[in-house]
């Protein structure tokens, strides 16, 4: 599977179409797609170094749920 930007992800979320593609969103939906990226800009990123995969993928879920991270979508996993 490609992967989207993740203001592109967030506009088809806003718009709740999730097939919708990035060229389109680009052409027809600018206006919220430069609202989202500046929000992604905004952001605040933090970075915790975990070696072992299995104890990545658990503390991945487990943050998630903790921070209620609303753009961690597991869907794909």
């Known amino acids: 599977p490609r992967t989207v930007p993740l203001p592109a992800w967030m ?7 999730n097939d919708i593609t990035a060229k ?7 206006p919220i ?10 952001m ?5 170094e975990v070696e072992d995969c299995t ?6 879920i487990y943050s998630a749920l903790v921070l209620q991270t609303p753009f961690n979508d597991f869907c794909t996993h």
């Open 11 to 17: 506009v088809r979320r806003h718009l709740g179409q």
């Open 24 to 30: 389109k969103i680009a052409e027809d939906h600018r």
């Open 33 to 42: 797609f430069d609202q989202m990226q500046e929000r992604v800009r905004e």
């Open 44 to 48: 605040e990123v933090r970075v915790v």
């Open 55 to 60: 104890i990545q993928a658990v503390f991945e």
